[in-house]
C-alpha cells in the first residue's frame, strides 16, 4: 500500500517552507520514526520521519522546492520487507522502479549534487562526500571541481618554464608579486529562508522604527566576584547547572522591565500593548543563523533555571532542534555579541519589540574611583529603543536601573 508523505502542518505565521535536505532517497528502506527529510521555513527546520518501515518510491518535491502546509511531497510503501513498486506521477505516466534507478549509486546523493557532477564528468569515486552517513552534497561536488581544476591549472606554468633553458630565472621578489597559485574560486548559494527571514525583519526595523541607542557601562568585579565565590557550590547544589553571567542580566533587566512598563510594551498599529508579564528572548547564534528562543515568566525564574534554560535552548540551536513554540511571542530581547569580543555595537531592534538590550565584552580598564585610578572588568552596556514609544529619559532610566543593580547584586534579591 502506497502512503503519502506529507509536509507538517505549518502555523499560522508560516506561509510556506522548502525542501531543505532528503536524508533518503528513492529505493532505500526506511525504518519507522528514521528521518526523511528536513523542510525548512523562516523560523525552523522540520524533520518529517517514515510512518512505518518501509521504502521511499518516490519523491515529488525535489531540494529548494516550495512546499505547502500538508503538501504530498513523496510516496513510501510500508513493510518490512517493501519492494519499491511505480509510482504514476500526477500526469498518469508511470515511473521506472526507484530501486533500480539508485541501486547503481553507492553513495547517497542529493539531487542537486548529482546534477552538478554530471555537468562536471565527476564520478562518485572523485567526490568525498561530507553530509550525513557519508551524503554527497552540493558543496562536496564544488570542492571535488576545484581540487581537479587545480593540477591542471598549474601545469602550463611548469612546461613553459622547463621549455626555454635560456631563460633567466626571475628573481624571488619579482615572481612573487604577480604569482597566482590555484583557480579563483567562487560559489552561489541561494541564500536560506531563515537569512532570508532575518534580512526582511531587520530592514523593517530600521526602515519602519525611530530607532535610538544609549549607552553606558557597568563594572562587572562585584558579579564576578560573587560568581567566583558560589560557582563550585552552585554547580553542585543545581545538578551541574553552571552559573554564568546571563542569569544575573535576566533577572536585572526582568525588575528593570517592571519599573518601567513601557519598555516592556510592544506597538500594534497606533495601539500600544502593555504586557503584564516578561518573556525575554535570548538571541542565540546556530549554524542556520540568528535565532531568538524565549524564556517565559522570568519573574517567576531562578537564576539556575533560567541558566539551565539557556543552556537547553542553545545545544538544541546548535542541533536545529528548536521548534516555532520556543521562538514565537517575547516582550523583550538580550543580545550578548561579547561572547565573539565585541566591545561595542548597535543591537537591531527585534520588532513588534520596543527596545533590545545588547551585551559586550568584559574589558579591563583603567577608571577612577574616589579620586583613584583604578583597574577594573568594565562592560559596555546597549539599550536600542523606539522612540515612537519611548522616551530618551526612561531608556536611560532603565539602563541605569540595569547597571545599578548589576553593580549591586543585592538589589536584585532586595529589588531595589
Not at 522548502?18 to 522540520?46: C, M, N, Y
Not at 540568528?290 to 515568566?297: A, E, G, M, T
Not at 550578548?336 to 559586550?360: E, K, W, Y
Amino acid at each position: 500500500m502506497v502512503i503519502e508523505i506529507k509536509a507538517p502542518q505549518f502555523p499560522e505565521s508560516v506561509a510556506d517552507g522548502s525542501i531543505a535536505t532528503w536524508h533518503k532517497q528513492p529505493g532505500e528502506f526506511v525504518t519507522r520514526d528514521e528521518v526523511i527529510v528536513d523542510i525548512e521555513t523562516d523560523k525552523v527546520v522540520l524533520e518529517v520521519v517514515a510512518p512505518e518501515d518501509g521504502n521511499l518510491t518516490e519523491i515529488f518535491k525535489h531540494e529548494g522546492d516550495t512546499v505547502l502546509s500538508l503538501e504530498v511531497i513523496a510516496a513510501f510503501v510500508a513493510g518490512s520487507a517493501a519492494v519499491a513498486e511505480p509510482v504514476s506521477t500526477s500526469s498518469g505516466a508511470p515511473v521506472s522502479s526507484p530501486a533500480a534507478a539508485n541501486a547503481a549509486d553507492a553513495t547517497p546523493m542529493s539531487p542537486s549534487a548529482r546534477k552538478l557532477a554530471s555537468q562536471s564528468a565527476l564520478t562518485q569515486d572523485d567526490i568525498v562526500g561530507t553530509g550525513k552517513g557519508g551524503r554527497i552534497t552540493k558543496e562536496d561536488v564544488v570542492k571535488a571541481t576545484t581540487d581537479k581544476a587545480s593540477p591542471q591549472a598549474a601545469a602550463p606554468v611548469a612546461t613553459a618554464s622547463q621549455s626555454m633553458p635560456g631563460m633567466i630565472a626571475p628573481s624571488s621578489a619579482s615572481a612573487a608579486s604577480p604569482a597566482i597559485t590555484g583557480p579563483r574560486s567562487e560559489k552561489r548559494v541561494p541564500m536560506t529562508r531563515l537569512r532570508k527571514r532575518i534580512a526582511e525583519r531587520l530592514l523593517d526595523a530600521k526602515n519602519n522604527t525611530a530607532m535610538l541607542t544609549t549607552f553606558n557601562e557597568v563594572n562587572m568585579k562585584p558579579i564576578m566576584e560573587l560568581r567566583a565565590k558560589y560557582k563550585d557550590k552552585f554547580e553542585k547544589t543545581h545538578n551541574g547547572t553552571r552559573l554564568g553571567f546571563m542569569s544575573f542580566f535576566i533577572k536585572a533587566a526582568t525588575e528593570a522591565l517592571r519599573r518601567h512598563p513601557e519598555v516592556n510594551a510592544s506597538l500594534d498599529g497606533d495601539d500600544v500593548v502593555y504586557h503584564g508579564y516578561y518573556d525575554i528572548g535570548v538571541a542565540v547564534s546556530s549554524k542556520r543563523g540568528l535565532v531568538v528562543p524565549i524564556l517565559r515568566d522570568t519573574d517567576q525564574m531562578s537564576l539556575a533555571g533560567i541558566e539551565s534554560s539557556i543552556r537547553t535552548f542553545g545545544e538544541r540551536a546548535q542541533a536545529g532542534q528548536l521548534g516555532l513554540e520556543d521562538m514565537q511571542g517575547g516582550t523583550f530581547t538580550i543580545s550578548n555579541g561579547g561572547v565573539f569580543g565585541s566591545l561595542m555595537s548597535t543591537p537591531i531592534l527585534n520588532p513588534p519589540q520596543t527596545a533590545i538590550l545588547g551585551m559586550h565584552k568584559i574589558q579591563e580598564r583603567p577608571m577612577a574611583v574616589n579620586g583613584e585610578v583604578v583597574i577594573l572588568p568594565m562592560m559596555y552596556l546597549a539599550v536600542s529603543y523606539d522612540h515612537r514609544l519611548i522616551d530618551g529619559k526612561e531608556a536611560v532610566q532603565f539602563l541605569v536601573a540595569i547597571k545599578d543593580m548589576l553593580e549591586d547584586p543585592a538589589r536584585i534579591l532586595l529589588e531595589l
